[in-house]
């Protein structure tokens, strides 16, 4: 039993039942006399809602996770050669896969009994925006294994600028550079560019199919309309040739009638002679 290990199977539990689990594993590890794992264990941290929310993401779907790490690299790789528009490509790709995931995480925890909030789901995307700058933090959303959320300051070259902050850090900051803030300037507004025309195209292909289904509407009304007084004539057409039928039917009844009593009378007549 390595701490690795250990830590996958914790951090896989519903925080509730952590603690509770992390000492029966201390007790295993000391019972097998290893202290120094056992004091490792005792140490690991019981996941704040949003990193829970990220190890249970990382469970579901591991292949979607690992595709959006992937795509850290490519920025990185991006933001080095400073090519503009695979830049802004990429950017918006990841804030529109970043954005599903979140979602996804609070679907998943709701199925769980463990409904999150907006500020929650924020914190899990900000922690997958911080995988994508932090190989540790990469590898802790990877594994599911993460303790606490995590926040970046935005993609640049290699170096400081990729670090990524714990949220319970208490660090002071650093002053970035005036290329480093022009270009964390750059990412954010290229980002919000981007989520502007993203939501633009939604909208506009939202309003493109309630005017569809608003056609298709009309359409329908239109032809049920007409079916409506195709029946309506129909109805007058039956009624007309049922009370025809019915004045048939009396003449008739009144012509038997008559002949019934001629053929009588015949009868009487023959019976007398």
């Known amino acids: 039993m390595t701490l690795e290990d250990v830590a996958v199977d914790l951090y896989g539990l ?5 603690v509770a689990a992390r000492t029966d594993r201390v007790t295993a590890a000391k019972d097998a006399g290893e202290k120094e ?4 264990i005792g140490k690991l941290r019981r996941p704040t809602v949003a990193a829970w929310t990220v190890n ?3 469970r579901a779907v591991p292949t979607d996770v690992e595709a959006l790490l992937r795509l850290g690299a490519a920025l990185r790789t991006a933001q080095r050669e400073l090519s503009a528009d695979q830049l802004r490509s990429l950017t918006a790709q990841r804030q529109q896969v970043v954005n599903a995931l ?8 709701a199925e769980r009994g463990h409904p999150v909030g907006e500020a929650v789901l924020r914190a899990v995307g900000q922690t997958l925006n911080a995988a994508l700058a932090d190989p540790d933090i990469a590898e802790q959303v990877r594994t599911g294994t993460l303790a606490t959320s995590a926040t970046y ?15 319970a850090a208490a660090t002071e900051p650093v002053a970035d550079a005036p290329a480093d ?10 980002e919000a560019l981007e989520s502007a025309r993203t939501a633009r195209d939604s909208a506009r292909s939202d309003a493109d199919a309630a005017v569809n289904r608003l056609a298709e509407s009309k359409s329908r009304l239109t032809a049920l309309r007409d079916e409506l007084a195709h029946a309506e004539q129909q109805k007058r057409f039956a009624r007309t040739a049922e009370r025809a039928a019915q004045d048939q039917l009396r003449s008739a009844q009144k012509q038997l009638d008559r002949v019934e009593r001629r053929v009588e009378k015949a009868r009487e007549h023959l019976d007398s002679e």
Not at 37 to 40: G, H, K, T
């Open 153 to 167: 300051e935005g993609f640049g070259p290699s170096g400081p600028a990729l670090a990524a902050v714990a949220d």
């Open 102 to 109: 979140a979602k996804q995480a609070g679907v998943l925890a």
């Open 14 to 18: 519903d925080p509730a039942a952590f």
């Open 37 to 40: 794992l056992a004091a490792a």
């Open 181 to 190: 803030t022009a270009r964390r300037e750059l990412d954010e507004t290229l």
């Open 56 to 58: 249970l993401l990382a």
